[in-house]
T-cell receptor, first 118, second 117 residues
């Protein structure tokens, strides 16, 4: 149980275009999801916390107009990288941190999405 | 705020030897502690967690960790490693007074465990 999927797993886009990454909880409802960014050989950096039906809370230094997060349902959160640039190339990972009706203190991670901007 | 320090960026070990990956944390409030493993180009998998109770926590794949409050440490151990344990290991902490399920995780820098035959 508690499986989180991400789509796509790998995407290449041209500089200036936008790309959307989906994060789905497959067998549970997630009231809170998190989005992380990971550069090669580095740790995970929290970008934002996404709560179903409300605006995401962004960490300091993360541009909310560039990284648009939508948590429209209890099973889907999306991250849209707008006007992508090569420096946005990274590994993006989502996690589900709250499961509706379940006492849980851990986060369940998706497999990640590799974004390459050319 | 919380912070996590993983003292070793890389740990090479021979197969079937024991291993310890060190993790120290800093926090002004009580915390929950986690160890995650990440294989190349994959997400994170939970190895084990400490929420309360016994300070010795056993996890999957033969790993265990001990919570030491006085030393603010949560070191990960395995008595005999296998080639398949080669991966990146992350220690993480969250504040225990946060809203359940919505607490942020703060990660350490990661330790690359390499198992040599």
């Amino acid at each position: 149980g508690a499986v989180v999927s991400q789509h796509p797993s790998w995407v290449i886009c041209k500089s200036g275009t936008s790309v959307k990454i989906e994060c789905r909880s497959l067998d549970f409802q997630a009231t809170t999801m998190f989005w992380y960014r990971q550069f090669p050989k580095q740790s995970l950096m929290l970008m934002a916390t996404s709560n179903e039906g409300s605006k995401a809370t962004y960490e300091q230094g993360v541009e909310k107009d560039k990284f648009l997060i939508n948590h429209a349902s209890l099973t889907l959160s999306t991250l849209t990288v707008t006007s992508a640039h090569p420096e946005d190339s990274s590994f993006y990972i989502c996690s589900a941190g709250a499961i509706a009706g379940v006492v849980s203190y851990e986060q369940y991670f998706g497999p990640g999405t590799r974004l390459t901007v050319t | 705020a919380q912070s996590v320090t993983q003292l070793d960026s890389q740990v090479p070990v021979f197969e079937e030897a024991p291993v310890e990956l060190r993790c120290n944390y800093s926090s002004s409030v009580s915390v929950y502690l986690f160890w995650y493993v990440q294989y190349p180009n994959q997400g994170l998998q939970l190895l084990l967690k400490y929420l309360s109770g016994s300070t010795l926590v056993k996890g999957i794949n033969g790993f265990e960790a001990e919570f030491n409050k006085s030393q603010t440490s949560f070191h990960l151990r395995k008595p005999s490693v296998h080639i398949s344990d080669t991966a990146e290991y992350f220690c993480a902490v969250s504040a225990s007074n946060s809203i359940q399920g919505a607490q942020k995780l703060v990660f350490g820098q990661g330790t690359r465990l390499t198992i040599n035959p």
